[in-house]
T-cell receptor, first 111, second 113 residues
Framework: EDQVTQSPEALRLQEGESSSLNCSYT??????LFWYRQDPGKGPEFLFT???AGEEKEKERLKATLTKKESFLHITAPKPEDSATYLC????????????FGTGTQLKVEL | KAGVTQTPRYLIKTRGQQVTLSCSPI?????VSWYQQTPGQGLQFLFE???????NKGNFPGRFSGRQFSNSRSEMNVSTLELGDSALYLC????????????FGQGTRLTVV
């Protein structure tokens, strides 16, 4: 069974204080790994897809990386508007678009 | 390009009633998946439809069902509602090819009283 674990559960940063979020996964065959951002009461917003170990993707202050067992979401010089819950997910090894999600990291960036 | 549209946004139902939620995917997308999100369980997969056929199913009781129409729009139905069914129900749209990324709607907030 596919499993995804995220840490930490919650993270509080000062504006400009860089950090990383972790997503570790256990799958029999990785078909990809997705990162999403979710604001309270809204649907998850797609950020990145990573398909193979060593791959990196960047968007503004965010950079996602992938190894054979985990993925990191690096946040450089965060701003208050980066506050949200960040979710990672893996597609079902057996095919299709079923996603298994981690429980997320709730990020709070303060002035 | 229009995003994923879910209706209604909010719903209050009484225990024992049934409810139908609707999802219109992104134009051209043939895969629609449904998820239940609660504070305690996070995002849990309900089922996926691709070209009108159920392709994957999660571990939910038979009270939860869905269908997809020829225009890719999807509905999910929950019968005999229980208090524990209160949740944010999310629909995700994808091309359905390989491990393509999924795009989510804003969700339907269901409250069962």
């Amino acid at each position: 069974e596919d499993q995804v674990t995220q840490s930490p559960e919650a993270l509080r940063l000062q504006e400009g204080e860089s950090s990383s979020l972790n997503c570790s996964y256990t799958v029999s065959g990785l078909r990809g790994l997705f990162w999403y951002r979710q604001d309270p009461g809204k649907g998850p917003e797609f950020l990145f897809t990573l398909y193979s170990a060593g791959e990196e993707k960047e968007k503004e202050r965010l950079k996602a990386t992938l190894t054979k067992k985990e993925s990191f979401l690096h946040i450089t010089a965060p701003k208050p508007e980066d506050s949200a819950t960040y979710l990672c997910a893996v597609p079902f090894t057996g095919g299709g678009n079923k996603l298994t999600f981690g429980t997320g990291t709730q990020l709070k960036v303060e002035l | 390009k229009a995003g994923v549209t879910q209706t209604p946004r909010y719903l209050i139902k009484t225990r024992g009633q049934q409810v139908t939620l609707s999802c219109s995917p992104i134009s051209g997308h043939r895969s629609v998946s449904w998820y239940q999100q609660t504070p305690g369980q996070g995002l849990q997969f309900l089922f996926e439809y691709f070209s009108e056929t159920q392709r994957n199913k999660g571990n939910f009781p038979g009270r939860f069902s869905g269908r997809q129409f020829s225009n890719s729009r999807s509905e999910m139905n929950v019968s005999t509602l229980e208090l524990g069914d209160s949740a944010l129900y999310l629909c995700a749209s994808s091309t359905g090819q390989g491990a393509a990324e999924a795009f989510f709607g804003q969700g339907t907030r269901l409250t069962v009283v």
